[in-house]
T-cell receptor, first 109, second 114 residues
């Protein structure tokens, strides 16, 4: 079967750095996405990886290792507004997105 | 309209009733999707459409139907609602189905079936 694993919840301090991990087992791989979802709102796109390595976008970076079925999202200089759920999704061989349950990130002052 | 819209925002529905959730996008995206999101579970794909005139089944299609008569609209119909269909429903669209095309999400419809 297809499976995306992420930690359920993480806590970090304002101004710090946090890494959210995602491991996947899917039928085929055609890219990995990270989305942010604030409570009661729709998911919004953060990053896309299809090749191994690090993609940096401001305070957010995403890493992919296809051989290990592993990705992480790195958030630097955490702000209170970063409190949200972070969703990992893999595009499978049918070009459909398979979604993890999300990681709820709590930022403390 | 800017982006993707959904209606209604929320709805309470008696079991057995028929309900259509509306979704409209003005980005001229070819691909559209319907997901449901339940607590503790990831988004699950119900139905999708890679281009106007075509539709496909996702992971959890039973009890739902869709149509794609034109590029902009992608309604989702529950023929006879059941309590297990209580969920938050998100419509999404992307320029194309593959590549690095991100999906843009509507604001969601919160549906309660009693």
């Amino acid at each position: 079967g297809q499976n995306i694993d992420q930690p359920t919840e993480m806590t970090a301090t304002e101004g710090a750095i946090v890494q959210i991990n995602c491991t996947y087992q899917t039928s085929g791989f055609n890219g990995l996405f990270w989305y942010q979802q604030h409570a009661g709102e729709a998911p919004t796109f953060l990053s896309y990886n299809v090749l191994d390595g690090l993609e940096e976008k401001g305070r957010f970076s995403s890493f992919l290792s296809r051989s290990k079925g592993y990705s992480y999202l790195l958030l630097k200089e955490l702000q209170m507004k970063d409190s949200a759920s972070y969703l990992c999704a893999v595009r499978d061989s049918n070009y459909q997105l398979i979604w993890g349950a999300g990681t709820k990130l709590i930022i403390k002052p | 309209i800017a982006g993707i819209t959904q209606a209604p925002t929320s709805q309470i529905l008696a079991a057995g009733r028929r309900m259509t959730l509306r979704c409209t996008q003005d980005m001229r995206h070819n691909a559209m999707y319907w997901y449901r999101q339940d607590l503790g579970l990831g988004l699950r794909l119900i139905h999708y459409s890679n281009t106007a005139g075509t539709t496909g089944k996702g992971e959890v299609p039973d009890g739902y139907s869709v149509s794609r008569a034109n590029t902009d609209d992608f309604p989702l119909t529950l023929a006879s609602a059941v309590p297990s269909q209580t969920s938050v429903y998100f419509c999404a669209s992307s320029a194309e189905a593959g590549g690095n095309n991100e999906q843009f999400f509507g604001p969601g419809t919160r549906l309660t079936v009693l």
